[in-house]
């Protein structure tokens, strides 16, 4: 357990339904970031959200649509995903926002294991 | 773009010590270095950082070379389980953003 929690860990979805994935982290953290991890590929970062608000969206499809209500959570709603959306997405926080000087190490959750059938 | 270069893979005797190098050429000023590993299908872990001098935790030791080129993550007594993904990480300007970004890592195999 580090301290940041996704859940489902494993979702199947059809490519017309729409589904959430859920972030949560009690470490007092300011930043939080989605990142998408498919099959032999690096990691590749999505959204960041600095205090709530989005700053970086990385051409992320609009089928992609990411919330943070406040700075514990942070969602990741799916809606008419593609077959090649299926990848491990994962939810990372830091304590820092981005921009300012000096280390900033990120917690990241287990994942979300996603297939799109 | 990549913004380290590391070994795509790598072999080590449980029990002996793993030695991750890492090119890091184009690190500017203040920038850190971490290291990270990701065990099969779970989300990375943090495991070091370090600026300019070396750094020990209970986990490794980091040794950065005097010009900042280049690093060496050490496992000083690898077990199966640290059989893993390393990925060595620079923070880069993108825009108005820093971001950490992840190259492909070292994979490496602690045989028994």
């Known amino acids: 357990e580090t301290g940041v929690t996704q859940t489902p860990r494993h979702l199947v979805m059809g490519m017309t339904n729409k589904k959430s994935l859920k972030c949560e982290q009690h470490l007092g953290h300011n930043a939080m970031y989605w990142y998408k991890q498919s099959a032999k590929k690096p990691l590749e970062l999505m959204f960041v959200y600095n205090f709530k608000e989005q700053t970086e969206n990385n051409s992320v499809p609009s089928r992609f649509s990411p919330e943070c209500p406040n700075s514990s959570h942070l969602f990741l709603h799916l809606h008419t995903l593609q077959p090649e959306d299926s990848a491990l997405y994962l939810c990372?926080?830091?304590?820092?926002?981005?921009?300012?000087?000096?280390?900033?190490?990120?917690?990241f959750g287990a994942g979300s294991r996603l297939t799109v059938l | 773009d990549a913004k380290t270069t590391q070994p795509p893979s790598m072999d080590c005797a449980e029990g002996r010590a793993a030695n991750l190098p890492c090119n890091h050429s184009t690190i500017s000023g203040n920038e850190y270095v971490y290291w990270y590993r990701q065990i099969h299908s779970q989300g990375p872990q943090y495991i070091i950082h370090g600026l300019k001098n070396n750094e020990t935790n209970e986990m490794a030791s980091l040794i950065i070379t005097e010009d900042r080129k280049s690093s060496t993550l050490i496992l000083p007594h690898a077990t199966l389980r640290d059989t893993a993904v390393y990925y060595c990480i620079v923070r880069f300007v993108s825009g108005s953003a820093r971001q950490l970004t992840f190259g492909s890592g070292t994979q490496l195999t602690v045989l028994p």
């Open positions: 990372a926080s830091s304590l820092h926002r981005l921009g300012r000087s000096g280390a900033n190490v990120l917690t």
